[in-house]
């Protein structure tokens, strides 16, 4: 089955085709990195995906519907942004905030059940913060405030999880942990993943089929086959020099200007 | 001080003072906590639009007041989402404007209203009983809002991105919170006066959360503020025969220069994720 299906879709921004003929379609279960320079319109596709966005033409549908009439099946799509905007003075603790991600399961003028209350519990042990769940969120390092809104985003119960340069505020130690939750999550719960990312080498060790992006769409397939330099020259458009080791390179090293 | 209470005008004063110190303060914690401020200012300031073409049909302004200042609220609210112009921008020309119809009713009016004093500084001889009805009625009408949005008005005030995300209805929620915070203004004009009352949309709040890292605390802390502060400003404004307003508002940001001061809370530098 189909998680998510774009078809011919274009999106401007200030006048400028940010995505055109983008056609892209995501099976239920799929582990899907995204990669693409800079301004390549991966963050836009996300939001195209959430409704966030309206596409200018073509079609977006996320199981079958437009992801702006989902209605209760809304929360059944997590998501985790780049940058998150919130303030971090905010009285809010760490349970407050992934309790947040149950507030779509619970609905409208009900207050959360005990059973709201393990969900939150059992999803904080999943990403190690059961610990500190009393904390204010402000008082956590990046790393631990990125594992919250995983929790949160986790604690929806969501089938489609979409993740958007999550890897931005951890150390090398913290990436690599924050994938083996990601690919247990993906084996566990069946999850589909579509995740953002310009890391080339990291995303590739870990996801089952890669996505280039820049404007349109130059390749979806497994990462040995897309992860070659004819490719990755179209999508980035400029010498890029892959170090290869063994079947899936490791290193991309771009030479710019 | 006990007798001056003995006087019913000082015990509508007094009952007026609690319920606009509990009802602003509620508010007060989600405009700190979205950063409406500023919407809170036009807001209280294009009441005066509603009070005055209240003046020159001779109707009851308050009552005006409340239509008005709702409008107001509102098209500031659907300007600024379409994205046709900034929040502060539609904020700084609605509530002009507003005004400026204000000067124009006040103007059209025949005679001088002494009245008008009373509306903009507040006054503790203007509320009667049928007003202290329209603010106990209205205050549990917004009570009510808010205790059956309250985790989603928290989710929204936290994260208004994610809230869309997980399916609340943030629009709806925006506009209630608008529409909760126009009529906070216009129920707490008669006390505290058209020009001072957006003081008391961020003060209560503003002084819990120098104390609290709490959603709740904050919340029951912002309550007493602005209860402490409406009764100490009542006193005052009878000892010393001042308009209320200037008493009340006065005492709150005493009270939060205090807290300012003395916060428990150690000022660590925000991190960034």
């Not at chain 1, 958007?164 to 951890?170: K, M, N, T, V, Y």
């Not at chain 2, 009667?128 to 329209?134: A, G, M, Y």
């Not at chain 2, 006066?193 to 949309?201: E, K, P, R």
Request: glycine share 10%.
């Amino acid at each position: 089955m189909e998680a998510v299906r774009l078809s011919d879709v274009w999106f401007y921004y200030q006048g400028q085709a940010v995505l055109h003929e983008v056609n892209l379609s995501v099976e239920e279960g799929e582990f899907l990195g995204l990669i693409g320079p800079n301004g390549a319109g991966k963050t836009t596709l996300l939001k195209l995906i959430l409704g966030l966005a309206k596409p200018a033409q073509g079609r977006v549908e996320v199981w079958g519907k437009d992801p702006s009439h989902l209605g209760r099946q809304r929360h059944l799509i997590g998501y985790i942004s780049q940058r998150s905007l919130v303030d971090w003075q905010f009285p809010a603790s760490v349970f407050d905030v992934v309790m947040m991600g149950r507030y779509g399961r619970i609905g409208l003028f009900k207050l959360p059940a005990q059973g709201d209350r393990e969900a939150v519990l059992k999803n904080l042990e999943r990403v190690g913060m059961a610990e500190l769940a009393r904390r204010q969120i402000g008082e956590l390092s990046g790393g631990q405030q990125q594992r919250v809104f995983i929790a949160r985003a986790l604690a929806a119960e969501p089938r489609l999880l979409l993740l958007d340069e999550p890897l931005i505020s951890l150390d090398a130690r913290g990436q690599d942990e924050f994938y083996k939750l990601l690919a247990s999550l993906h084996c566990e719960l069946g999850l589909t993943i579509m995740l953002v990312s310009h890391e080339i080498s990291m995303v590739s060790t870990y996801v089952e089929k890669i996505a280039c992006l820049n404007q349109t769409l130059y390749a979806h397939a497994a990462p040995s086959e897309v992860l070659n330099t004819a490719t990755l020259e179209r999508v980035y458009g400029c010498e890029v020099e892959l170090l290869a080791h063994g079947r899936i390179p490791h290193r991309v090293i771009r030479e710019h200007e | 001080m006990i007798d001056m209470f003995q006087y019913t005008f000082m015990q509508r004063a007094l009952m007026a003072a609690l319920l606009i110190g509990v009802l602003c303060s509620i508010i007060s914690v989600y405009v700190v906590l979205k950063k409406m401020s500023f919407i809170g200012v036009g807001v209280s300031h294009s009441a005066f639009g509603g009070v005055a073409l209240g003046f020159w049909t001779g109707v009851n302004p308050i009552a005006v007041a409340i239509p008005f200042a709702l409008a107001t609220a509102m098209a500031i609210g659907l300007v600024s989402r379409r994205g046709r112009v900034t929040e502060d921008v539609a904020i700084g020309i609605f509530y002009a404007a507003a005004m400026a119809l204000g000067i124009l009713f006040i103007g059209l009016s025949t005679g001088y209203n002494v009245d008008l004093f009373g509306y903009l500084f507040g006054s503790i001889l203007a509320v009667s009983t049928s007003d202290l009805w329209l603010i106990g009625l209205l205050g549990l009408g917004v009570l009510l809002v808010v205790l059956l949005f309250f985790k989603e008005l928290f989710f929204l005030s936290f994260d208004e991105e994610m809230a869309r995300v997980n399916g609340l209805p943030v629009e709806l929620l925006y506009y209630l919170l608008l529409g909760m915070m126009a009529i906070t203004v216009v129920v707490a004009i008669k006390i505290v006066g058209i020009i001072l009352v957006s003081a008391l949309l961020v003060i209560p709040g503003a002084t819990a959360f120098q104390i609290t890292r709490n959603f709740r605390l904050m919340m029951l802390l912002s309550v007493l503020v602005g209860v402490v502060c409406g009764v100490v400003g009542l006193v005052l404004s009878y000892q010393f025969d001042l308009a209320p307003g200037a008493t009340i508002v006065l005492t709150a940001t005493g009270l939060f220069l205090i807290c300012l001061i003395f916060s428990p809370r150690r000022r660590r530098k925000t991190r960034r994720a």
